[in-house]
């Protein structure tokens, strides 16, 4: 059984920083692309930064570029995002999510397993 656990998360104001973590257990996450996602209310899910295997390709949101960094550790199992400048439209609940497949995506449906989700709470 694979579970994809994300912590980190809570309230800050604008122009704070938040550091996700996202552990995965009952499966090696080392070989999947991981990515981030994030869901306001009332909204669809939307992708925030992707990771490929490696670290060695990086894919990041228009809105977030510059501002968050995707990052994992294969020898825990865990991948990261640091959220930088926050303002109260980050304001989601984010997901981990991790993709079998060797080529990166931003799609919600090509995305395997997921996370419960965590919630962050930006106030102006």
């Known amino acids: 059984q694979v579970q994809m656990v994300e912590s980190g998360g809570g309230s800050v104001q604008a122009g704070g920083s938040v550091r996700l973590s996202c552990a995965a257990s009952?499966?090696?996450?080392?070989?999947?692309?991981m990515g981030w996602f994030r869901q306001a209310p009332g909204k669809e899910r939307e992708f925030v930064a992707a990771?490929?295997?490696?670290?060695?390709?990086?894919n990041y949101a228009d809105s977030v570029k510059g501002r968050f960094t995707i990052s994992r550790d294969n020898a825990k199992n865990t991948v990261y995002l640091q959220m930088n400048s926050l303002n109260p439209e980050d304001t989601a609940v984010y997901y981990c999510?991790?993709?079998?497949?060797?080529?990166?995506?931003?799609?919600?449906?090509?995305?395997?397993?997921w996370g419960q989700g965590t919630q962050v709470t930006v106030s102006s």
């Open positions: 009952g499966r090696s996450i080392s070989s999947d692309v």
């Open positions: 999510a991790a993709r079998s497949w060797a080529t990166m995506s931003t799609l919600v449906d090509e995305y395997h397993y």
């Open positions: 990771i490929n295997w490696s670290g060695s390709a990086r």
